[in-house]
């Protein structure tokens, strides 16, 4: 299983960024797949997490209807559309590989990390 992100980048706060998490190793239409961010000093935490038809999807509360997870099955491509970002939205960002075809909230719940990709929201 490979997963490999990308988008990441320096954006003043209100700006926009879409990230994306290419996806390899594994029949991708069959598993969930989720972004998780981890802030310096602070737990990994969940950001959003959509299910393997796409149907099915979860957000973490800071979120906030800001962030929007999408995945494309024939392009083996899941997305993260983030908007109006905040300064607190600095983190590294990580696709992930849930264990099964539903979303998935929890790490225990996750087989497979990406590397991740750095967000910074400064003005």
């Known amino acids: 299983v490979q997963l490999v992100e990308s988008g990441g980048g320096s954006v003043e706060p209100g700006g926009s960024l879409r990230l994306s998490c290419a996806a390899s190793g594994f029949v991708f239409s069959s598993y969930g797949l989720s972004w998780w961010r981890q802030a310096p000093g602070k737990e990994r935490e969940l950001v959003a997490s959509i299910s393997g038809s796409g149907t099915g999807t979860k957000y973490q509360d800071s979120a906030g209807g800001r962030f929007s997870i999408s995945r494309d099955n024939a392009k083996r491509m899941m997305y993260l559309q983030m908007n109006n970002l905040k300064h607190e939205d600095t983190a590294v960002y990580s696709c992930?590989?849930?264990?099964?075809?539903?979303?998935?909230?929890?790490?225990?719940?996750?087989?497979?990390w990406g590397q991740g990709t750095q967000v910074t929201v400064s003005a």
């Open positions: 992930a590989k849930c264990e099964d075809s539903f979303t998935c909230s929890r790490p225990n719940f996750v087989t497979d």
